[in-house]
């Protein structure tokens, strides 16, 4: 009797500590961040800005949401697309603190909506407008002034959907949202890419030294240099992850990490590479859960069989 009673204590404080304490204290520290399920409509943009912008944002995602029924012509997007390019090309250096990632698969992985924003204002679209006193300074800002007509922006859309939306491999999905800022130790990743085997030491240390440059520049930019991702699927939950990367100002407020704008699948493609790389024995992992299982089975039934036969005696 004396021992339910301890155990009927031992349980009761497990209990309430288990869900009173922790989900409250964890309550206090982490707030909850609603996801929108990648829909990019501005909805918590105006509800999250200053007074002073809210209408600029209302009118700015009306406009965004205009655009998105306007049927766009990729024939004339590719021209627009050209455009593009003079920052996008293959090769391109930094340029106002980060270099313009590849869009070879811009159509498979960022949502409809986010691209025609984006188009329309980078820094908005981003949702990092607050650190500048004109959008223009962005380093895609002038790109306003290049693309004007809302039809250009339906157009270059329609192009980057039909034709930038091919087969997308987790690794190319990760260099091209992700790779300009973050580093990636255990993927050999750096900012500037992957790096290639040196034969030569001096080639090697080279190489190093443009790293540190851009590095730099990424976090004269940013504020700070973006850390490293290697371990971040395991670090981090899977809605945090999700939420962040949606709008990172939703989990830090003030954040210089602009919204990266993904679609579902372009976003399933880049954790996939992050589970690939963080925990690479998942699989395998998952692959042997079944067979535990079933070793504590008959196990169990062993050790059933086991003591009946060692108490028959006794009982
Ligand atoms: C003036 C140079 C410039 C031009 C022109 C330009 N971009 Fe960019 N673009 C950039 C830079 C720089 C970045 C990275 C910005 C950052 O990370 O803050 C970028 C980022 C992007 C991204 C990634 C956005 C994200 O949320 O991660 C996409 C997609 C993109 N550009 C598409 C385009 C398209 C489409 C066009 C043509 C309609 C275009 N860009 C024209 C410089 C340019
Ligand atoms: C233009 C640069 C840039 C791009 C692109 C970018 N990030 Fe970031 N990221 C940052 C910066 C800067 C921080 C640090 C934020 C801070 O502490 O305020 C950050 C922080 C993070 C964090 C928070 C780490 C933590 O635990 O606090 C995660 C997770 C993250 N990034 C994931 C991603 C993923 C995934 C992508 C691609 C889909 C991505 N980022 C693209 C700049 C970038």
């Known amino acids: 009797m004396r021992e339910f009673k301890i155990l009927g204590i031992v349980v009761f404080f497990t209990l309430v500590t288990y869900w009173g304490v922790e989900p409250f204290a964890h309550s206090q520290m982490h707030k909850h961040v609603e996801g929108h399920e990648f829909v ?30 306007l049927k766009g012509d990729a024939t004339s997007g590719e021209a627009v697309y050209a455009m593009c390019m003079g920052c996008h090309m293959e090769g391109a250096v930094n340029m106002g603190g980060v270099t313009p990632p590849s869009l070879e698969h811009t159509g498979a992985l960022y949502d409809k909506n986010y691209l025609i924003a984006l188009i329309k204002d980078p820094a908005v679209a981003m949702n990092t407008d607050h650190k500048f006193a004109d959008t223009m300074m962005h380093p895609m800002g002038s790109i306003k002034t290049m693309v004007t007509e809302p039809q250009q922006i339906a157009d270059v859309v329609a192009y980057l959907l039909t034709k ?6 987790p690794k190319e999905a990760y260099a091209e949202a992700c790779g300009r800022c973050h580093e990636m130790r255990y993927a050999k990743w750096t900012q500037l890419g992957k790096t290639p085997f040196f034969k030569e030491k001096k080639d090697e240390l080279a190489h190093q030294i443009k790293v540190l440059d851009e590095q730099a520049a990424v976090k004269g930019y940013m504020g700070k240099l973006p850390p490293d991702l290697s371990m971040i699927i395991r670090a981090r939950s899977e809605h945090f992850l999700e939420t962040f990367v949606e ?20 976003y399933e493609k880049v954790t ?16 042997i859960g079944p067979w535990v299982i079933l070793f504590f089975v008959v196990f169990a039934v062993l050790a059933y069989l086991w003591k009946k036969e060692t108490w028959r005696e006794v009982h």
């Open 40 to 69: 990019y409509d501005g909805t918590a943009d105006i509800e999250e800005t200053v007074d002073a912008k809210k209408e600029m944002k209302k009118a700015y995602w009306a406009d965004v949401a205009k655009i998105a029924t």
């Open 164 to 169: 930038k939306a091919g087969e997308v491999t």
């Open 247 to 266: 709008n990172p100002q939703s989990q830090l407020a003030g954040t210089s990490m602009p919204r990266v704008g993904l679609s579902k699948e372009g």
């Open 272 to 287: 996939a590479y992050l589970t690939m790389i963080g925990d690479p024995s998942k699989p395998a992992r998952e692959a």
